[in-house]
Antibody
Framework: EVQLVESGGGLVQPGGSLRLSCAAS????????MHWVRQAPGKGLVWVAG????????RYADSVKGRFTISRDNAKNTLYLQMDSLRAEDTAVYYC???????????WGQGTLVTVSS | DVVLTQSPLSLPVTLGQPASISCRSS???????????LNWFQQRPGQSPRRLIY???NRDSGVPDRFSGSGSGTDFTLKISRVEAEDVGVYYC??????????FGQGTKVEIK
């Protein structure tokens, strides 16, 4: 069964850091672009960051550029999102998702909640 | 950035009746490779998003055939031929032709009358 499982969310103070993980199973992780998408409470979906198959190419939304870092470990089948200098507006459920336009499906994780508050 | 505008934002539907959601793009979504990278996602209450349609009109495995996608250029439509109770949720269009960023529409909430 194809599965993506996020972890690492929690409560953090403004200015703090968190590292999210997304463990992939049930498919060959290495060939795919992977993405992080977030959803603030009661709001819509917003793309945050993406990374290519070997990790050599990364892209970020302007709102997180310079503060967030996406990375991957293909040996461990795991995607990461290092979040620094967190702000209240970063509060959201963070989802990892596999390549959006593949013909073999587009699985998403269950999401992990990040709350930035003092 | 490409802006996707969905309408309506709220769609009350009678069970068994059809439903239609529009997604309009601020720029053409035809890629230089000839493909159009426009997807539709469903998000049921309390669940993660699920892709229904990819590249305008290709239905994902396991998606009921009452869901269909169509359109070209800047105008796209998701249709549900006969709404069932399990179709309640929020539907998002999403583009990947001009990236970054990959962008989503605001979402359309489908509810039963």
């Amino acid at each position: 069964e194809v599965q993506l499982v996020e972890s690492g969310g929690g409560l953090v103070q403004p200015g703090g850091s968190l590292r999210l993980s997304c463990a992939a199973s049930g498919f060959t992780f290495s060939p795919y672009w992977m993405h992080w998408v977030r959803q603030a409470p009661g709001k819509g979906l917003v793309w945050v960051a993406g990374i290519n198959s070997d990790g050599s190419g990364t892209r970020y939304a302007d709102s997180v550029k310079g503060r967030f870092t996406i990375s991957r470990d293909n040996a461990k089948n795991t995607l990461y999102l290092q979040m620094d200098s967190l702000r209240a507006e970063d509060t959201a459920v963070y989802y990892c998702a596999r390549h959006f336009f593949g013909s073999s499906g587009c699985p998403w994780g269950q999401g992990t909640l990040v709350t930035v508050s003092s | 950035d490409v802006v996707l505008t969905q309408s309506p934002l709220s769609l009350p539907v009678t069970l068994g009746q059809p439903a239609s959601i529009s997604c309009r793009s601020s720029q053409s979504l035809v890629h230089s490779d000839g493909n159009t990278y426009l997807n539709w996602f469903q998000q049921r209450p309390g669940q993660s998003p699920r892709r229904l349609i990819y590249k305008v009109s290709n239905r994902d495995s396991g998606v009921p055939d009452r869901f269909s996608g169509s359109g070209s250029g800047t105008d796209f439509t998701l249709k549900i031929s006969r709404v069932e109770a399990e179709d309640v949720g929020v539907y998002y269009c999403m583009q990947g032709t001009q990236w970054p960023p990959w962008t989503f529409g605001q979402g359309t909430k489908v509810e039963i009358k």
